[in-house]
């Protein structure tokens, strides 16, 4: 569904210096259709720019981008609508997504506005129709961002990307902003929904544990480089790098064995 | 580090450039012609035609237009701005003259104000929302609300008509300085309180603020040295900019105490519309703002480590 | 940190009770910020007094009676006293504030949406538009604004209408200067950018997102400049380069009175107290509607 | 020894909402050497808790209950007493070491005024010393001059770590430690509170939200959940054998442990469910735990749990 050949994105460090700074380096992967996919990786290892690019916030220096067969990369059909539809991302901050001076209705309502040419009545139904999907009711859509918790809001913002129905789904950190117990309400809530509606899901994490759960591939990212890439039991009970290694010896589990890790 | 000096002195050059094209077709667009108005003034008659072109010719105010302009650059970066329409004297001649007096009342204004403001401002800060804190405030209020001209004359009434302390006018020994420059220091004393204080508040709510009080650090230190010392770099911004208030407060009291500095000249020439020592004037005010930017910034780096380390 | 768990505990509460009574929760907190409260009060005063003038003097403000010259506060029936030209100070007064307050107000709204628009074009085109109309910004900063509006003035001669150009010609900068930032900064948030993976197209983005949330905060700075624009425009009137006789307004009245000020004190201090409070209604008012809005708003203009 | 008690604490803000009880009759202590850890999410208070015993709140905050610090009641000292005792006797570790570090302060400065002040050392023995401990908290010796936003995110938790270790108190309190850094700096962090721990028999009070984090710290752990202590017992007691359903659903959740979710989210602090504040997200909820709220029942001598589950 998803082909990523060879893509590299370079980022000027500064106004004044011409430097080039290599966030993403020869990059190549692929999602099946119905699959997820993670990416995992450190901070400043250009996990968040590949998925940027993928949903054309940025363009990549070299390398394409395929959705479907197509390339997107300088595409003209990039700027279509129809294109913006099939690719859709939440992000890390929940309470960041919405306008904080409007109410969730009309945030939900905006994507229906944008795409389609619904009556007021079929939109609202249809919007109804999502927050059931996500475990939330129709009382949520007259209040504020700021009146809701993070775990309402990310579930508000599955629904408003689920609603214009893409093709694939970028997940850039989707829950560490949450706490540890409506982390795992959102993420087995977004596992159901993929199962029930056989989505395509690119996770983009820092998190091993919640990359194994989730994904049934995954790539080590470090410094722009995939530095391994497999299946996700394969690569944590059989990791080849020494980074990915690392990665996972890291890890501190809610167990007794913690205390071995870190004895000194 | 280097490369901001260079930045700012481009920027700088730009400003020159801009504003002595700018102050010269001025001339070309204004209504009415000078030499007009001037030379019925000096003959009490209606001016002939040629008495009017070759005052013109006499005084550059006529020829092609872009030869003039670059006569006109060169002249304004040297700084020579060619004679007074209304008085034959060099502009430049009397500009020096004048400029001393004036920074006199500018600089001893900024050298009271800057420390009383920089005292009350963190003293209010550090007092929150106690009396001193409110009283400060509303003083600060009023005073940006006095309009200046008023003040003086409000000062006139009461120690030279009233109280016959202090001479209204005049200029020379120290008895004429107060006047003046209380005028100028309520308003620069209120805004820079102000500033001051919102300044130090917000530094005040800073995390860094709690690791001090955490390090049980004295109440005095964590003011100075956590609190003081990062709202310098906003604090010395803002005396940058408003030496350029002073300079325009200047203009207003001068008028009002009859102080023989360049913005009772300014003034003067705008009502005899006299071209050469308006234009003088505008170069000389960018000139001034060009230089205390460029202090303004190399202080600044100074002050904020975190421009000073930024690498590249 | 310690506030942000404070707060963070505090902003659901608060909320929850924000839904339900909106409207008397923003009662309360208006009235409970004193200053704003009576700051507001007087400014309504002053604002009906000056509108409905009439109601308060019978006297016409620009009638010359040389009988009634240079009368003192009280005499002869008149409750101010009168001019050199036998005016009567108090409905001058009166009706000087309407050109005061409505010149300064006129200057503050085309101000505000000149910068608004130029700010948010610039800040959300970026590039070289944002480049040029920045660099103009930078250049023309370099004037202090009453020596520029001298300038103009100079230049083109003195009357209310040039005057009112001379207050724009520096003045939309600092509305500029804010959108700009504001746009710069709410163009990094998550919202908008959700809001292009959604498809949002760039104007409607401008239009729905951006100025809807940037307006406020140019309202709050707009409001905190009257007071400034009362100033310069009475200093200017003053140096006699402003509004013109015989239109009444308070800067060009204490220019008038400038000749009386050691025989004829009142003639200076009535209309300079009336500068002076109604500035100073503004100023107080300014603050109050700040420190009412949102923290963000806070944050952002300071003093 | 007994270092620090706290008998039915409760900590409360006035906010235009009403009061917030942030801590609510909380019981705890800490011994020599020991390791507590808090662990709670968003609003369960275990900041609040931590800020207590430096008694670092904001000033709209009211206390009651007891706590003591050896002998002291720090509930009930003055803002004097505090600024000896933080610092030498109770240090912090802040959170968000970026904004926690003086941007104009260099690291090693902070620490020589911390030493200076509690020391009572001279510039040079207290600059040498600062030296020293940055370094052996693993600071590179040719960075100990940087500025916070010069160096690293690891290397700045270490430089605020090296703060608190200045003056060698008895107790550390580390308030989310680990917060915001990578797993394989994380890793560090770890270790290196542990070798602090182990080999300079300190007590630390550690908050975090962690659990991978806390039970490698953890001598004891408290589960907290709005403002009260909903389970504490021994790292065993509480890892192997957990008996509150919230401290069971929280392991559970854990993404290693396969994500399986607590249903709805955590109560309001000023709207605050009857009865336990746990019981509308409890699976085994019974009318009883609607109706009031469960004492503290002895499991065993250290494991104590806030359930009815336990008495019956």
Partial sequence: MLEVNNVTKKFKSSFFNKKMFTAVDNVSFHINEGESFGIIGESGSGKSTIGKMIINLYTPNEGEIKINGKNIIKNKFTKTLEFKKQVQMIFQEPDGVFDPKWKIKKSMLEPYNIHTKLSHDEKMKKIIHWLEIVGLSKEHLDRYPFELSGGQLQRLSFARVLMLEPKLIIADEPTSSLDVSVQAQVLTLMREIQQRLNLTILYVTHDLYLARQMCDRIAVMQKGKFVEQGRSDEVFDNPKEDYTKRLINAQLPPDMSSKEKTAV | ?312 | MIAQTANGNGSVSASTVYSEKKVSTWWRKFTKNKLLFISSIFCAALVFAVVFAPLFTDQDPNKVDLTKRLLQPGEDGSFLGTDGFGRDLFARILYGGRTSLGLSVCIVVVNAAIGLIVGTTAAFLGGIVDGIIMRIVDILMAFPSVILSLFIVGVFGASTFNLFISLIVLGWIGYARMSRSLVLSLKEQVFIQSSRTLGCSKIRIIFTHLIPNVFPTILIYGAMHIGSAILSISSISFLGLGVQPPTAEWGSMLSDAKQYVSLYPHMVIFPGIAIAASVLIFNIMGDGVREFADPHAKKIIKT | MRLIEGRNLKVYFDSDAGKVHAVDNVNFHIDEGENLVFIGETGSGKTVLGMTIMRLLPTNVYYEGELYFKDKNLIKATEKEMEGLRGRELAIIMQNPLTALNPCMSIKKHLVQVLQKHKGMDKKSASDRAAEILVETGIPEDQIDYYAHQLSGGLRQRALIALGLACDSEILIADEPTKGLDVTVQLQVVKLLRKISDNKKKAMFIITHDLGVAAALADRIAIMYCGRILESGTVKEIFESPFHPYTKGLIAAHPSRGLNPIQGYSASLVNLPEGCVFCPRCDHATAKCRESEPEEFDLTETHKVRCYLAGS
């Fill in chain 2, 1 to 312: 580090m280097k490369k901001l000096i260079i930045r700012r002195l481009l920027i700088g050059l730009l400003i020159m450039v801009v504003a002595s094209l700018l102050s010269f077709t001025v001339l070309y667009v204004a209504p009415g012609n000078p030499a007009e108005s001037i030379l019925r003034e000096r003959t009490g008659a209606d001016p002939s035609y040629q008495d009017i072109s070759l005052f013109m010719s006499n005084n550059n105010l006529d020829g092609n237009l872009f030869s003039k302009i670059a006569q006109w650059l060169v002249m304004a970066f040297r700084f020579d701005f060619g004679e007074s329409l209304y008085t034959g004297e060099p502009v430049m001649a009397e500009f020096i003259r004048r400029l001393w007096a004036t920074l006199q009342l500018t600089l001893i204004s900024m050298g009271i104000s800057t420390p009383l403001a920089i005292i009350i401002g963190v003293a209010a800060a550090a007092k929150k929302n106690k009396i001193f804190d409110h009283v400060s405030r509303i003083l600060s209020l009023i005073g940006l609300s006095i309009p200046d001209f008023w003040l003086g004359l409000f000062l006139m009434i009461i120690f030279s008509r009233t109280l016959k302390w202090l001479p209204a006018f005049g200029y020379g020994s120290a008895a004429n300085y107060i006047m003046p420059i209380i005028t100028l220091c309520v308003a620069q004393i209120a805004s820079l309180t102000r500033i001051v204080r919102a300044t130090m508040l917000e530094k005040l709510s800073e995390d860094y603020i709690v690791t001090a009080r955490g390090n049980g650090l004295k109440k005095k230190m964590i003011l100075m040295k956590f609190a003081f010392r990062n709202s310098l770099g906003p604090i010395v911004t803002y005396l940058g900019a408003s030496f350029g208030h002073l300079l325009a407060g200047a203009v207003v009291v001068e008028t009002v105490f009859s102080w023989p500095g360049v913005g009772a000249f300014l003034v003067d020439a705008v009502y005899s519309r006299d071209y050469p020592v308006i234009q003088g004037f505008v170069m000389i005010i960018a000139l001034f703002y060009v230089v205390i930017n460029l202090v303004t910034d190399i202080l600044y780096v100074y002050i904020d480590p975190r421009i000073r380390f930024e690498k590249g």
